[in-house]
Structures are given as C-alpha cells and as structure tokens.
C-alpha cells in the first residue's frame, strides 16, 4: 500500500488536516507536525501568547502554531530567508500572526522575558546541546514560560555504547554526538537550574513514525529510496527516536 495512505494517524489529529504535498514542499527533516502535536500535549498554548519558533524552517511548524492555537509567532531561522518563509505565511492565510525573522540562535536579538513559549522541532541538536544553552535560552522567557523541544535521540548514550552505530554513522556522522537520551536531556536542564519543572520522554513509535513519512517524501518525489530510509529501516527503532523535552521557569 502507498506510504501516502498511512499519514492519518489518529493520534495526530490536527496534523492529518494538512496536505501531504504542502509538507512535502516544506520538508527539512522528520513530519514536523506530528512532533510538534505530540509536545504540544506537554504545553500550555493559549490564545494571544506569543511564540518563539527557534529553527522554524520553511515555517510548517509556524503556521500549525498559528493556526491551531491562535498565538503570535516569531519564526526564527538562520539558514531561511524570511521572504522566502513569508511568502508560506501569507499563502496559509496566518501572515498577521506570525513573523518571519532570521535569526542566530546563539545570539538572539529579543528582550529577556518576550515569549510566553519558545519552541523547537528538530532543530536543538544543532545549537541546544551546550550545557550554557538552555540557561541562555530561558532568560527571553516570561515568569512561568515554558520551553519545549522535540529533537532526534537515541535509545543509549553514544559515549556509553563506546561508538556510533554503522547504520546511524553513514549518515549522521559525528553529529551523532549531538543525538542524546531524554533522560539525558532532562538531567542537563535540571542541572542548568533555569526551570522550575522539567519533563522529557520519547515519542510512541518515533523511528517508526520518521520510516513513514520519509517513504512518503520519497513517494511524493518520485524516488525508490533515501539514506535516511535506508539508516531507519536498518534501525527499527534499535537506536534511533525523539525526545520530547518541556521545562517551565520560575
């Protein structure tokens, strides 16, 4: 059966109401949506609130945020350029609600406390993991913000298995290093001290989930298969999911 036929999944509901070619079109990685739904369950989003969407891309997440919770985004991204995202923003109709920005996330131009949430979809491994990150990052947060993240993970430290799985290495590399448990993740934000409350878990079905949806951009893009396809089916969900990561300030 097409992979097409299988991006519905019930326990994404909001995200089954977005085409699979509009995403396609969008794509930088794993289904955006299905990771920032699933977080999103780990959140408080309310009406009005203003968002910091930190690696936001071709802006997919910035328009479900919008759309699905009515706040204000910022759509922050060093590597997109802004009138390339707005263009995205103004055709889904949500251009009055978020703001396209280019951005590094190691020096970001915003006043302390500006958000009321700040989020990130697989984008925090590459500039989050530093133990001064989340303390940094937690100082533009409101009292009582939150911080949420999804990010690629592995099941087992990579310095505790003594070295990076073949499969995973061929295509990740070194950057694997920056593949780290949720368990993990929590213990550096706790020690960090930046939030009051910290939660983290793994995604149900997270290598499955990314299987599917990279069968289905293959599909969309009239290919057989990618390396990405290749490393999750030699995987299975040995090694390779996503943390899901929230932390509140004071």
Not at 24 to 34: A, E, R, Y
Not at 207 to 214: D, I, K, P, S, V
């Amino acid at each position: 059966m097409p992979a097409l036929d299988h991006l519905s999944k019930p326990e994404f509901p909001r995200s089954a109401a977005y085409e699979a070619r509009w995403l396609v079109d969008l794509d930088m990685g794993p289904h955006p949506l299905w990771l920032l739904e699933d977080l999103a369950a780990d959140l408080d989003l309310r009406p009005g609130m203003r968002v910091l969407d930190l690696g936001s891309g071709l802006g997919a997440t910035s328009v479900f945020l919008a759309r699905e919770y009515g706040v204000r985004v910022v759509a922050a991204d060093l590597w997109v350029d802004p009138t390339e995202s707005g263009e995205v923003f103004r055709k889904a109709g949500v251009d009055d609600l978020v703001l396209p920005m280019r951005v590094d996330a190691h020096s970001l131009p915003f006043g302390r406390q500006s958000f009321d949430v700040i989020v990130s979809i697989d984008a925090w491994e590459y500039f989050g993991t530093g133990d001064h990150y989340p303390p940094y990052v937690a100082g533009f947060l409101r009292p009582g913000g939150q911080l949420g993240i999804a990010t690629p993970a592995l099941t087992s430290e990579v310095r505790e298995l003594g070295e990076i799985p073949e499969h995973i290495d061929r295509v990740v590399g070194p950057e694997t290093a920056a593949w780290h448990t949720a368990g993990w993740l929590r213990s550096q934000w706790e020690f960090g001290r930046a939030f009051q409350k910290v939660t983290a878990r793994t995604q149900a079905d997270g290598c499955a989930n990314w299987l599917l949806w990279e069968r289905a951009v293959m599909e969309l893009h009239g290919r057989m298969t990618s390396a990405t396809q290749q490393m999750l089916e030699a995987d299975g969900g040995a090694f390779v999911t996503f943390a899901l990561v929230t932390g509140r300030v004071a």
